[in-house]
């Protein structure tokens, strides 16, 4: 079956945010870090901190297998991100 893809781009601060929102029917999502030098934490809530989430260093990027929303923080404010998401139809 043929998969459709969306993408996005997020100014991610120190307060965490939603940054992905649950999609049934998503196969997959990869978030990319294109801060020069801040590092961006994600996880599967609002409580997500830079002391629990999932470190993307600056520049680097997550691929995850997921439709449950996604929530970000970063370790600085301005944090740029991209977003690609590739779902059924």
């Given at each position: 079956m043929?998969?459709?893809f969306?993408t996005a781009?997020?100014s991610?601060?120190?307060?965490?945010?939603?940054?992905?929102?649950?999609?049934?029917?998503?196969?997959?999502?990869?978030?990319?870090n294109?801060?020069?030098s801040?590092?961006?934490y994600?996880g599967?809530?609002?409580?997500?901190?830079?002391?629990?989430g999932?470190s993307?260093?600056?520049?680097?990027?997550?691929t995850l297998?997921?439709d449950a929303?996604?929530?970000?923080?970063?370790?600085a404010?301005?944090?740029?991100v991209?977003v690609l998401?590739?779902?059924?139809?």
């Open positions: 043929a998969s459709a969306a781009q997020a991610i601060g120190t307060s965490s945010a939603l940054l992905v929102a649950g999609r049934t029917l998503r196969r997959q999502v990869v978030i990319r294109t801060h020069a801040n590092t961006l994600v599967p809530t609002s409580g997500v901190t830079t002391a629990n999932h993307i260093a600056a520049g680097g990027s997550l297998d997921t929303a996604i929530y970000a923080i970063a370790s404010v301005s944090t740029t991209t998401e590739t779902f059924e139809p």
